[in-house]
């Protein structure tokens, strides 16, 4: 009853209304307001570039004042706003994208195509070492990328595009990007710019830098959930000494400081460009919520607390993380042989974080690793069953090394290499997009202290076609089958980690998990209403996660790495259009809804961790000079849990918004932003942390933005 409700709300608001983003498409007028539209090129979608029209997924694009209004410390929090897309939220200062339903391993967070190498895919605690203070662009694409990116992305890919090596000369000889930030919720405090600098007439320099620091957040009443503290009076219920009720009006231990800068250099012509840049991120953040024994979601609390195990009770525990990267980015625009255009991305980088309780150090992870990718572009063939073909082929490779030292250290030092050949091709044949594509992957992991040592092949492989009809309607369906072998953190955890207060287990045995899923797309760009409806069906052949097993182990709750047939199912809507227009100014409605439903088909229950039902919908009012904005987001209740997790209750938030430009000829804009504003309590349930951290309350921000 709730989805078809959903269904038939969305489609009586379809009756006027879309996206901003894809709103802005009804009009060839250039925006004022740099809104990207359903005709934007993604190029993380497609190693040709296709418009997100064409794309037979669901694609999202933040860029302009979109971007600005949802820029936050985290990308998880930036992101979630966008259809399909939600976070693992674990404080303020680690929260990574969860895409339909699928987090972690299986959605690579990317920077510049080429991953984030660090240990945010090992727990949720762990932040990826990207901040988006100096990004230029976030490209999300939802469901299977496995083809162009590794089996990791099963789930979809999220790319930061922020130019640290530039790619052209800007005009004029000079540009630069500035942000100027403040949130009141938690004194949040934001300085970031970055600058282009040609010299000469081939070489161009890049600089960038960013600082942000915020104190504990703050929430409208206690801390923990009604059940939590109901859970922990009831189990105190009789003893002499005060029963703990959690942290009231403040979240503590959620402060956070982020630092970072990059140097680049390239050489650009006619031909193309190469160049290389040299990064440094600095991250030390709180990791709230408590993570003592008889504190986490899934515990059976029947034991005895005199146990003698204390695992940072009272102590706060911080991630002080640091990363050196290096990256080479280069294209040709050359023809040789049957191509005409060569691509290159490789990174390198030293990661290490150490988890402090207290003064103390704990447990200390590092990462040294790289990643390279090279594409090589087809020319177009024409006459091909009478349509165009295009293409490209590449070939991918990456090495993990990763090691954790300490007491705690729940995972032994492995190495994984991962090599890939693939390949992508699509034809046109006048109304007609026919796709397909295939990649096979060698991956290894190794351990060599525990003498472990195993091999994974993975096959995947895509096809898809769409229709165009003359009037702006696309209708187009996608095949996918992927395989993912289980990584290193899947395979040996065995042992207490501090920060998330749970006892990991892996599973030696397990195998590839292979997915086969079918999306269905409906576009419309031009006329009223334009807007996209994407339908998607995956079902997991021994898909690996984590639960909670109610045992316990050193005072800790047990979460366990399992294999299960499993099946996900969900949509997301996204419709708008402009309701007025007067000259130069419009009112713009627009709407969204998402949901993604799972299985465990072995235990015939859901899965862990899962968004609910959720609707947004918003008006816009805009000129050349200033634009003003309210939406509300509506999340229903969670109820379909998995074995020993809660449920959570649904939020309805409002948040409002103006953007004001003050000069006709400058790029300079300030955006006044008001989150929650009834501080409505937001517990997620896609956090380990729901029952103890809830999302900040109301928060006032301002932005100041320049660019030339």
């Known amino acids: 009853m709730k989805v078809a409700w959903a269904a038939a709300t969305v489609a009586a608001l379809g009756g006027g209304v879309l996206v901003p983003g894809v709103a802005q498409a009804q009009t060839a007028e250039p925006d004022p307001h740099g809104r990207t539209g359903i005709e934007e090129i993604v190029i993380t979608a497609s190693p040709f570039g296709q418009r997100r029209f064409d794309v037979l997924q669901g694609t999202s694009v933040l860029a302009g004042e979109a971007l600005e209004r949802a820029l936050s410390a985290s990308i998880g929090e930036t992101l979630d706003r966008l259809p399909g897309v939600s976070q693992t939220a674990f404080g303020q ?3 990574r994208p969860v895409i339909r339903g699928l987090g972690g391993d299986r959605v690579r967070v990317l920077v510049g195509g080429i991953g984030t190498i660090d240990a945010s895919s090992t727990s949720p605690d762990h932040a990826p070492a990207v901040d988006l203070a100096t990004a230029q662009r976030v490209e999300v694409v939802r469901g299977p990328a496995a083809l162009l990116y ?7 890919v999220v790319n930061v595009l922020d130019g640290r090596v530039p790619m052209a000369r800007p005009e004029g000889g000079t540009s630069a990007l500035a942000r100027l930030g403040y949130g009141s919720n938690a004194n949040e405090r934001l300085a970031a710019a970055g600058v282009d600098q040609a010299l000469g007439d081939t070489l161009v320099l890049h600089a960038d830098g960013y600082y942000r620091k915020a104190d504990d957040f703050e929430v409208d009443g206690h801390a923990w959930s009604a059940a939590r503290r109901a859970e922990e009076a009831a189990e105190h219920a009789g003893h002499d000494h005060e029963i703990d009720q959690g942290p009231v009006g403040t979240v503590d231990n959620s402060d956070l400081e982020q630092k970072g800068g990059t140097l680049g250099l390239s050489a650009v012509g006619d031909w193309g460009f190469l160049g290389a840049s040299v ?8 990791i709230p919520g408590g993570h003592s024994h008889g504190h986490a979601e899934g515990e059976d609390h029947d034991h005895d607390h005199d146990h003698g195990h204390d695992h940072g009770e009272e102590e706060n525990v911080h991630i002080d993380l640091e990363q050196t990267r290096l990256d080479v980015i280069g294209e040709i625009d050359r023809d040789f042989l049957v191509f005409d255009s060569a691509r290159l991305r490789f990174g390198w980088a030293d990661y290490k974080h150490t988890e402090l309780e207290g003064d103390e150090v704990g447990t200390v992870f590092k990462n040294k690793g790289w990643e390279g990718r090279v594409e090589l572009v087809q020319r177009p ?7 165009s073909l295009d293409g490209a082929s590449g070939v991918q490779a990456l090495r993990r090394d990763f090691r954790a030292d300490g007491e705690e250290a729940f995972v032994p030092p492995s190495v994984t290499e991962q090599y890939g050949l693939f390949t992508a091709q699509r034809l046109d044949i006048g109304p007609w997009a026919l ?4 990649r096979i992957e060698r991956q290894s992991v190794e351990a060599s202290g525990i003498g472990f040592d195993r091999d994974f092949t993975g096959l995947s492989l895509s096809g898809g076609a769409a229709y165009r009809f003359a009037d702006g309607w696309l209708l187009g369906a996608s095949l996918s089958r992927t395989e993912r072998a289980p990584n290193a953190e899947e395979l040996l955890s065995d042992g207490p980690h501090l920060a998330t207060g749970i006892y990991e287990v892996g599973d030696r045995t397990l195998d590839e998990e292979t997915a086969v899923g079918v999306e269905a797309t409906l576009k419309k760009t031009g006329g009223p209403v334009t807007g996209a409806i994407n339908i998607y069906r995956t079902d997991f052949d021994g898909f690996i996660y984590e639960a909670f097993t109610g045992a316990e182990e050193d005072g800790l709750p047990v979460a366990q790495y399992s294999a299960a047939d499993a099946r996900f199912w969900g949509f997301e809507v996204e419709l708008g259009t402009a309701v007025w227009r007067s000259g130069d100014q419009a009112v713009l409605l627009d709407a ?7 299985r465990n088909k072995d235990l015939d229950e859901p899965l862990p961790r899962i968004p609910p039902l959720q609707l947004r919908g918003g008006v816009s009012y ?16 969670q109820d379909r849990t998995a074995s020993f997790e809660v449920p959570t209750d649904g939020y309805t938030v409002l948040n409002a918004s103006l953007d004001w430009h003050p000069f006709a000829d400058r790029d300079i804009s300030l955006l006044l932003e008001a989150r929650n504003l009834t501080d409505e309590e937001v517990r997620l349930s896609t956090s380990f942390l ?7 309350g109301r928060d006032f921000r301002v932005l100041l933005r320049g660019a030339f």
């Open 93 to 95: 200062g680690a929260s």
């Open 150 to 156: 590794g089996s990791n992305a099963i789930g979809g």
């Open 279 to 286: 990064g440094r991120t600095d991250s030390r953040y709180g």
């Open 381 to 387: 063939i024409q006459g091909v069953l009478g349509g």
């Open 435 to 438: 796709e397909a594509g295939a």
């Open 592 to 598: 969204s809804a998402e949901y993604v439903r799972t």
């Open 622 to 637: 805009e000129t050349p000079v200033f634009a003003a904005r309210a939406e509300v987001v509506w999340a229903d209740d």
């Open 690 to 696: 729901k029952d103890r951290v809830p999302q900040p």
